[in-house]
Structure formats: C-alpha cells, structure tokens
C-alpha cells in the first residue's frame, strides 16, 4: 500500500470518447504530479500541483486536461485522444517544497483505439 | 535541459552474480540523485537517494550507489542479486534550486534468473 491510489487501473477508450483518471494519495503532501510512462523511454513529468495550483505544464496537448479540487486529488480528464496516447499514467505526491522523494501510485493502463 | 541517461535497457543475471547499473546525468550543476525500482505489478518506490556528504550511499535490500561527480555518475550496485530484484529499475537526477523537479531515465530491466 503506497498511500497513492489511482483508478482506474486500466481503461480502454475510442479517440472520440471523453473519460477521467483520477488519484487519491493520504499521505498528507501538498504535491501531486501526472506523469506518463511509455515503454523504453523516460517517466514524462506532465503536471505539477503545489497546493492546488499548478505550476508546471510541460507542453502537454490539450487533449490531457488536469484538474486539482484540493491536496488530495488529482484527475487527468481524457479526450479525443490518439492512439500514441497509450501508456501507463502514474500519479504521484510528494511534500512541498519537494525534496525528490516522490509517492507513486501503480498507475492507470490506458489503451486508446 | 539536463538529462539522464541508462545505457542498459535489459540486463540479465544468475542469482548470486553481482550487478552494477549505470547511470549518467548531464548538468553541470549541483545535483540530487535517486535510484527508484519498480517491481513487477508495483508502483514505482525510492530505492536511496544521495544529497551530499559520503558519496557512497546505501539504500534497502543491499543496494548501494556511488557518486563520482567528475564522472557525472551515479551507479547502482548489489554485491549478490537474488530473484526477487527482478524489477525496473530508474535513475533520477533533481536540480537543487527553485524548479526542483525529477528528471528520469528511461530505466534498465533487470532479470535475475534462479
């Protein structure tokens, strides 16, 4: 049990459909971050929120839309994704300000047809 | 930008064999380092961290790691693996100063066979 939960775990969607990941962590961190990992590359760091604002977009497409309601949520709203947007999505928590110990969740499986 | 680079994508071991896995970063900077491993099915977790101080650093399960900052590097080794470390395994570098975010590699399988 990492204290960072995220569902779902997996989800298959159509590139016209609209769905949501969202992550929960109980840790008591006021950090949580997005990231997407592919196969053979590098975690993509996508979203950073401090205390609910986000303070970092790395040029992430629209497609991916974060929302942060407080500490201790953080969703990933999907839509007219493509195909090359399958990958593990993991969430993650840290304390603020970030000391490089991140809290990870097992991730969402998302598969786009 | 700074990057971390792990040139072994798959590394394949007999229990007992001893591992080192490197890891290079590219920043001039001073830096924080970190290993994080993820086992099969698991979420991905700390596996030690080097702030400063000893550069030889240990982290759980017999791992250790050594920093040699000439070489901008930061190996990971196990003197004797056993299966259970069959796991991915990443490197990551965190600029000290304002932005403070982790940078990963794009990590290395390790495979230990029984």
Redesign the interface.
């Given at each position: 049990e990492?204290g960072?939960t995220q569902t779902p775990r997996h989800l298959v969607m159509g590139m016209t459909n609209k769905k949501s990941l969202k992550c929960e962590q109980h840790l008591g961190h006021n950090a949580m971050y997005w990231y997407k990992q592919s196969a053979?590359?590098?975690?993509e760091?996508m979203f950073?929120y401090n205390f609910k604002e986000q303070t970092?977009n790395n040029s992430v497409p629209s497609r991916f839309s974060p929302e942060c309601p407080n500490s201790s949520h953080l969703f990933l709203h999907l839509h007219t994704l493509q195909p090359e947007d399958s990958a593990l999505y993991?969430c993650?928590s840290s304390q603020d300000?970030?000391?490089?110990?991140?809290?990870?969740?097992?991730?969402s499986r998302l598969t786009v047809l | 930008a700074q990057s971390v680079s792990q040139h072994n994508h798959h590394v394949i071991l007999s229990e007992a064999a001893s591992l080192e896995l490197g890891c290079n970063y590219s920043y001039g900077g001073t830096v924080n380092l970190f290993w994080y491993v993820q086992y099969p099915g698991q979420h991905l977790q700390l596996l030690l961290k080097y702030f400063s101080g000893d550069p030889l650093v240990k982290g759980i399960k017999g791992f250790e790691a050594e920093f040699i900052k000439s070489k901008f590097s930061f190996n990971l080794r196990k003197p004797s693996v056993q299966w259970s470390d069959t796991a991915e395994y990443f490197c990551a570098v965190m600029l000290s100063g304002s932005a403070r975010q982790l940078t990963f590699g794009s990590g290395t399988q390790l495979t230990v066979l029984p």
């Open positions: 990492t960072v053979k590359k590098p975690l760091l950073v970092e993991l993650a300000p970030p000391n490089g110990e991140l809290f990870f969740g097992e991730g | -």
